[in-house]
């Protein structure tokens, strides 16, 4: 009879050959269809909010990486278990394997871009799954009286039959060299499906964006944006630097010669955009700063870009937005969902469909080939990337992604300062030292930063210029250091002279609230 750690081997290695398989296939149809990214995309739907918040706060970028670990390592549990019920009856083992693959299917069927042919990783991965098991199971014994030593684990009531009767014996030998062949046949699979579905990018359609000069250029920047102090968050965020939020595990690509924009809904004339026709429009360059609902106080979720793209509004007055709508219902290639007021996008302010951060084509991760933006929301409720769908309809009637997940409906960006330098904990020189950081209160503008030590007398910070109310703002402060503990807070004050609230409040559900407070040594 097969024992335990060989029927758990056996089972590992079967689910890397449908593992390896899957993920040659998906290289040919899309990644995304590649099962356990699927499995981890249902999971992440799924999840709820609070412990989804807690993954976004506590692993911040690496959530996806963990979450596809933890996918694996079920699966990994699994497959011994089938593994091990296929040594005593192979049937069990497939069973198994079946019910694994169906999982895998539904994941894929049920994302909300699914395709039939992204049944095909899951159904050609089970299939040689099922192979690997049957051929390792059946390897690793053999009739009890055929010539060669038994091994020690030669059962007395062996499970194991072979046909025609013969009890079966199992050979350690004979698994090992199975499972080094199938090893080699799933790493290989599996590293052929990554490079060709790798290849399948939209990078050279990217690279080929010749981007339009804009009909609305931004003002040059003022010279004293950035104070140039080593150490505090420079004003203009690289577009490598620059946070990125995605509920997707695989990022999609989206091909822009295929790429349109759908306006539809509570409008008059329902219109739809090509990437070419929207390149011809009037495009609109600004500087923004865009920050994340999850973006504690003090917390990196929150970049300055400079943007370019086509008014949203301008669009919506193209296809006649009728009186009684108040949301934009906006869907990405992902099927993820935002929902922003309508009053917000057509009050004049740089609401774009943006085609370009910083001077290039967007990248793939924020969004290529279209994004929105809209200066004074949160990320969540506005700045939907790969977006092709913009449904004109009323908050009573529509709910976006993070509604139903404990996020509000409706959420302005609360004016929030943080402190860059020093940073929280560390120990610094006595003597003239620069506390400095940024504040932001979109599309108000920022108008005062006050710091206080050791909870004394607030005192104004110094600020930089800006370009306009929807950036952040840099602020510094001249501290004459003392030996000892030191405790720092700031607060911003924005432009309709509302002072930031000492109130903490965690991000749910519209964002956190409170004083970034940091601790130094001087010594
Ligand atoms: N398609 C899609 N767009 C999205 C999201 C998403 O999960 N999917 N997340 C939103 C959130 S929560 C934020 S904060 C911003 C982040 O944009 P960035 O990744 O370019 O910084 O994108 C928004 N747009
Ligand atoms: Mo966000």
């Not at 040689?128 to 690793?140: N, P």
């Not at 199938?182 to 060709?196: D, K, Q």
């Amino acid at each position: 009879m097969v024992p335990v750690w060989a029927g758990a081997v056996t089972g590992l290695v079967a689910a890397g050959v449908a593992l390896g398989t899957a993920l040659l296939v998906s290289g040919f149809v899309r990644l995304e269809a590649f099962p356990v990214l699927a499995v981890g995309d249902a999971t992440v739907d799924v999840t709820p909010a609070p412990i989804k918040d807690w993954a976004i706060s506590t692993l911040g970028e690496s959530d996806r990486a963990v979450l596809v670990a933890g996918v694996l390592v079920v699966l990994a549990g699994f497959a011994a278990f089938i593994g091990v019920q296929a040594g005593r009856r192979l049937a069990w083992g497939l069973a198994g394997l079946g019910l694994f693959g169906a999982i895998g299917i539904l994941a894929v069927l049920t994302r909300p871009d699914a395709r039939l042919t992204d049944v095909l990783p899951t159904l050609v991965g089970v299939a040689a799954g099922a192979g690997a098991l049957t051929w390792l199971t059946r390897r690793s014994t053999r009739p009890a009286d055929s010539t060669g030593p038994l091994v020690e684990h030669s059962a007395e009531r062996p499970a194991v039959m072979w046909p025609g009767g013969a009890p079966a014996v199992f050979d350690r030998r004979r698994l090992l060299t199975g499972v080094t062949g199938s090893v080699v046949v799933a790493g290989a699979s599996a590293l052929i499906g990554r490079e060709i579905g790798g290849r399948r990018t939209v990078d050279a359609a990217r690279t080929r964006v010749a981007l339009p000069a804009p009909r609305f250029p931004a003002k040059p920047l003022p010279a004293g944006a950035d104070l140039g102090i080593k150490g505090l968050t420079p004003f203009v965020t690289s577009n490598e630097a620059f946070y990125r939020v995605h509920t997707a595990l695989v990022v999609p690509q989206v091909d822009p010669a295929a790429w349109k924009l759908r306006i539809h809904g509570m409008v008059d004339r329902p219109i739809e955009v090509t990437y070419a026709e929207l390149l011809k429009m009037p495009l609109t360059e600004a500087d923004i700063t865009l920050t994340c609902v999850s973006n504690e106080v003090g917390g990196p979720l929150v970049g300055n870009a400079r943007w370019l793209g086509v008014r949203m509004a301008e669009m919506l007055r193209r296809s006649g937005v009728r009186a009684d709508a108040d949301m934009l219902l906006s869907t990405s290639s992902d099927g993820f969902t935002c929902g922003t007021p309508l009053d917000v996008v057509m009050d004049g302010r740089d609401a774009l469909f943006a085609i370009a951060m910083n001077g290039e084509a967007l990248p793939v991760e924020h969004g290529f080939p279209v994004r929105q933006v809209v200066p004074g929301l949160y990320g969540y409720v506005s700045a939907t990337k790969w977006v092709v769908d913009v449904k004109v309809t009323r908050f009573d009637r529509d709910e976006a992604y993070w509604t139903p997940r404990g996020w509000a409906a409706q959420a302005p960006i609360k004016t929030q300062s943080r402190i860059d330098l020093p940073r929280a904990g560390d120990t610094i020189k006595p003597g003239r030292t620069a506390i400095a950081g940024v504040a932001w209160a979109q599309h108000t503008g920022v108008d005062a930063v006050e710091v206080r030590i050791d909870r004394g007398e607030w005192r104004q910070a110094r600020l930089a210029q800006v370009p306009g109310p929807d950036t952040w703002r840099q602020w510094a402060f001249d501290w004459d250091a003392t030996p000892g503990e030191h405790t720092v807070e700031v607060r911003a004050t924005d432009a309709a002279g509302r002072t930031q609230t000492e109130r903490r409040t965690r991000p749910t559900p519209d964002g956190a609230s409170g004083w970034h407070t940091i601790t130094v040594t001087v010594a």
